[in-house]
């Protein structure tokens, strides 16, 4: 039947599902979203919040992609700010507080907007192989969905569980149904399934706190957005505020940790170590008197207030108790109680860079199912799950992004390379190359390559190539040789040593005391330049022996990158690698001689072997 076949099908709508969603379909392929809940689409279940240190980055990329979020998240921003901007450029990072209820029906929205896509609420019980291959997806209403590929993106949702104190439920996020069947399939198929835990912190009626005791937060204007397609930048209408746990709470925590279920064996999944609950930090940081807790609205429609820092799974009397003991909650009233969540997830050593299953064509997965954390990472995973997906379809090369190219590249590589033992957390440590791949360079850096697949639209193309010309032009300009004269003024008056030949406005830019504002303040010609153009350009200047440099590290790793391995080598029968190197190679088969350095457990003498038998078996 023609109704039931689809060229793509996509198991679960949180942000891993809606990028990949409408990257299929603007890539061309008829998809079907398949949705527990309509309610649930996109929905920000725990923190009101998208971006933070190096989150905004994934944000930023998935926009020059072609992806939704960034362009979603400014739409329904309400408060914004840039994290470490005290640093320097390549850990700046763009976090926003959205609007709760905005983002889920502004993704709706768009979700039921957009051409060759179909949404179905309906649980995913089993997806069909025949010959390795996929050919449908079934639903438990008996329901089957014929299609050439699909992505699972089921989230925190496999048979979860909530945890409060002694109370259980088979219940998924903020009492969203669970998905109990699909985990069997998955098994069927030869995955290996694991098992996570992730938690959410109360929330309190604004209206019972004290904010007279309280130290505000607020926005930051003129800074940059999430998308290079927003042409008006949100504004700030909230403040959030700062505030911090006592003696009090820490004892009250520490008198209880018998009835905490993360301590009595109540909880059995693996916890996220750089998100943990309240109770985690006391005993883990146990020389701390009080620890730091944010206050941040849900929504402009509700008086419902985020505290964020304080997730627990204690039971709620002694929820109640913990929020009294804080400062300014001391009258609050809980409108949601905190709990963890238990699901199943997949190993992510099962995937190839692509993010497609290893042992299934045409079968991917992105997001949490995959042992992530957060919306970004989630959203990251579902555009590129959602690319590779249809160029697979269309029998075209996939597109994955290496480490020097992108956090997604870093993210995935990670993944699929090294795999994770607990809720895998994006963070700028974990980009080698994080220099080169910021905030404000993204459309530079993945524009053309979301273009050559389909995804980028012409507008946006013509956008970025706009922008590409006017950066070039500002650096022609800044690079010309000025007589000293025209400079010396604004080097002095810096308390820079001025400049006895000529030098240009780049070269000045290497100054530490010398920024663009004070570029313009001495070159008021520059002033049409859109900021976003200038920052480029300065940050260009200023690090430019530190990029050089860092080109240098990336083009002697680009040489193993680019020696491919067979996926059909037997590693188990190569002679001179280490017993442990046999089993993780088998295991993961890497793509790439870079690929197989990364691995843990694979030593610079097996890579040698390696080497050796790769030219071996290329003569």
Request: with cysteine; aromatic share 8%.
């Given at each position: 039947?023609?109704?039931?076949?689809?060229?793509?099908?996509?198991?679960?709508?949180?942000?891993?599902?809606?990028?990949?969603?409408?990257?299929?379909?603007?890539?061309?392929n008829?998809?079907?979203?398949l949705?527990l809940n309509?309610?649930?689409?996109?929905?920000?279940?725990?923190?009101?919040?998208?971006?933070?240190?190096?989150?905004?980055?994934?944000?930023?990329e998935?926009?020059?992609?072609?992806?939704?979020?960034?362009?979603?998240?400014d739409?329904?921003?309400?408060?914004?700010?840039?994290?470490?901007?005290?640093?320097?450029?390549?850990?700046?990072s763009?976090?926003a507080?959205?609007?709760?209820?905005m983002?889920?029906?502004?993704?709706?929205?768009?979700?039921?907007?957009?051409?060759?896509?179909?949404?179905?609420?309906?649980?995913?019980?089993?997806?069909?192989?025949?010959?390795?291959?996929?050919?449908?997806?079934?639903?438990s209403?008996?329901?089957?969905?014929?299609?050439?590929?699909?992505?699972?993106?089921?989230?925190?949702?496999?048979?979860?569980?909530?945890?409060?104190?002694?109370?259980?439920?088979?219940?998924?996020?903020?009492?969203?149904?669970?998905?109990?069947?699909?985990?069997?399939?998955?098994?069927?198929?030869?995955?290996?399934?694991?098992?996570?835990?992730?938690?959410?912190?109360?929330?309190?009626?604004?209206?019972?706190?004290?904010?007279?005791?309280?130290?505000?937060?607020?926005?930051e204007?003129?800074?940059?957005?999430?998308?290079?397609?927003?042409?008006?930048?949100?504004?700030?209408?909230?403040?959030?505020?700062?505030?911090y746990?006592?003696?009090?709470?820490?004892?009250?925590?520490?008198?209880?940790?018998?009835k905490?279920?993360?301590?009595?064996?109540?909880?059995?999944?693996?916890?996220p170590?750089?998100?943990?609950?309240?109770?985690s930090?006391?005993?883990?940081?146990?020389?701390?008197?009080?620890?730091?807790?944010?206050?941040?609205?849900?929504?402009?429609?509700t008086?419902?207030?985020?505290?964020?820092g304080l997730?627990t799974?204690?039971?709620t009397?002694?929820?109640?108790?913990?929020?009294?003991?804080?400062?300014?909650?001391?009258?609050?009233?809980?409108?949601?109680?905190a709990?963890?969540?238990e699901?199943?997830?997949?190993?992510?050593?099962d995937?190839?860079?692509?993010?497609q299953?290893?042992?299934?064509?045409?079968?991917?997965?992105?997001?949490?199912?995959n042992?992530?954390?957060g919306y970004?990472?989630?959203?990251?995973?579902?555009?590129?799950?959602?690319?590779?997906?249809?160029?697979?379809?269309?029998g075209k090369?996939?597109?994955?992004?290496?480490?020097?190219?992108?956090?997604?590249?870093?993210?995935?590589d990670?993944?699929?390379?090294?795999?994770?033992?607990e809720p895998?957390?994006?963070?700028?440590?974990?980009?080698?190359?994080?220099?080169?791949?910021?905030?404000?360079n993204?459309?530079l850096?993945?524009?053309?390559k979301?273009?050559?697949v389909?995804?980028?639209?012409?507008?946006?193309?013509?956008?970025?190539?706009?922008?590409?010309n006017?950066?070039?032009?500002?650096?022609?300009?800044?690079?010309?040789?000025?007589?000293?004269?025209?400079?010396?003024e604004?080097?002095?008056?810096?308390?820079?040593?001025?400049?006895?030949?000529?030098?240009?406005?780049s070269?000045?830019?290497?100054?530490?005391?010398i920024?663009?504002?004070?570029?313009?303040?001495?070159?008021p010609?520059?002033?049409?330049?859109?900021?976003?153009?200038?920052?480029?350009?300065?940050?260009?200047?200023?690090?430019?022996?530190?990029?050089?440099?860092?080109?240098?590290?990336?083009?002697?790793?680009?040489?193993?990158e680019t020696?491919?391995l067979?996926t059909?080598i037997?590693?188990?029968?190569?002679?001179?690698?280490?017993?442990?190197?046999?089993?993780?190679?088998?295991?993961?088969?890497?793509?790439?001689?870079?690929?197989?350095?990364r691995?843990?457990?694979?030593?610079?003498?097996?890579?040698?072997?390696?080497?050796?038998?790769?030219?071996?078996?290329?003569?």
């Open positions: 039947m023609k109704d039931n076949f689809y060229d793509a099908v996509v198991i679960g709508s949180g942000h891993a599902g809606c990028e990949a969603a409408l990257a299929l379909a603007r890539m061309n008829k998809t079907l979203l949705t309509l309610d649930s689409i996109a929905f920000l279940a725990c923190n009101p919040s998208i971006g933070g240190t190096a989150k905004g980055h994934l944000v930023c998935i926009d020059a992609l072609g992806g939704q979020m960034g362009i979603n998240a739409r329904t921003t309400i408060q914004r700010r840039m994290l470490n901007s005290s640093k320097g450029p390549a850990v700046w763009l976090r507080q959205a609007d709760k209820i983002y889920h029906t502004t993704m709706k929205e768009t979700l039921e907007q957009t051409k060759n896509l179909f949404i179905r609420q309906a649980e995913a019980s089993k997806i069909l192989t025949k010959n390795n291959k996929v050919i449908g997806v079934k639903t209403q008996g329901d089957t969905f014929n299609c050439g590929a699909v992505v699972v993106c089921t989230g925190v949702y496999l048979k979860s569980k909530v945890i409060v104190g002694k109370y259980t439920a088979n219940t998924g996020p903020n009492g969203f149904a669970p998905a109990n069947k699909l985990t069997k399939s998955l098994l069927d198929l030869g995955l290996n399934i694991r098992r996570f835990k992730t938690g959410t912190p109360v929330r309190v009626h604004s209206d019972s706190i004290n904010y007279n005791i309280l130290e505000e937060q607020y926005g204007d003129n800074i940059q957005t999430f998308s290079f397609m927003t042409k008006t930048p949100p504004k700030n209408v909230i403040k959030c505020y700062l505030t746990t006592t003696e009090q709470t820490k004892n009250l925590i520490l008198d209880n940790l018998d905490a279920p993360m301590y009595n064996g109540a909880i059995k999944g693996e916890g170590r750089y998100c943990p609950s309240i109770e930090k006391v005993v883990r940081f146990s020389d701390k008197e009080r620890h730091q807790l944010f206050l941040e609205p849900e929504a402009l429609s008086k419902e207030i985020y505290v964020q997730s799974s204690m039971p009397n002694i929820q109640k108790q913990m929020v009294r003991s804080v400062i300014g909650l001391e009258n609050a009233q809980i409108m949601r109680d709990y963890a969540i699901y199943d997830c997949i190993d992510s050593l995937l190839y860079p692509t993010l299953y290893k042992n299934i064509s045409g079968l991917y997965f992105a997001g949490q199912v042992g992530t954390s970004e990472e989630a959203a990251a995973q579902g555009i590129m799950a959602g690319i590779n997906a249809s160029q697979f379809l269309k090369e996939p597109l994955v992004l290496k480490r020097n190219e992108a956090y997604i590249g870093v993210l995935i990670d993944l699929v390379t090294k795999g994770t033992n895998y957390r994006m963070m700028t440590s974990r980009a080698e190359y994080r220099l080169q791949l910021r905030q404000d993204a459309d850096r993945l524009t053309q979301g273009y050559d389909g995804l980028v639209t012409k507008q946006r193309y013509n956008k970025y190539l706009q922008r590409v006017k950066i070039k032009q500002l650096k022609t300009e800044f690079d010309k040789i000025r007589p000293p004269k025209e400079v010396n604004m080097l002095s008056e810096n308390g820079e040593v001025e400049a006895k030949v000529g030098i240009s406005i070269d000045c830019l290497k100054r530490a005391n920024t663009i504002k004070e570029v313009l303040n001495y070159f010609e520059f002033k049409n330049y859109p900021t976003s153009v200038l920052t480029q350009v300065e940050i260009e200047c200023k690090y430019e022996g530190y990029l050089k440099r860092q080109d240098v590290q990336i083009e002697q790793a680009r040489k193993q020696t491919l067979p059909n037997n590693y188990l029968k190569i002679k001179g690698l280490s017993l442990e190197a046999q089993q993780k190679l088998d295991q993961i088969k890497p793509l790439s001689l870079g690929q197989a350095s691995i843990s457990g694979v030593s610079p003498a097996d890579i040698a072997v390696l080497t050796v038998y790769i030219k071996t078996i290329n003569k």
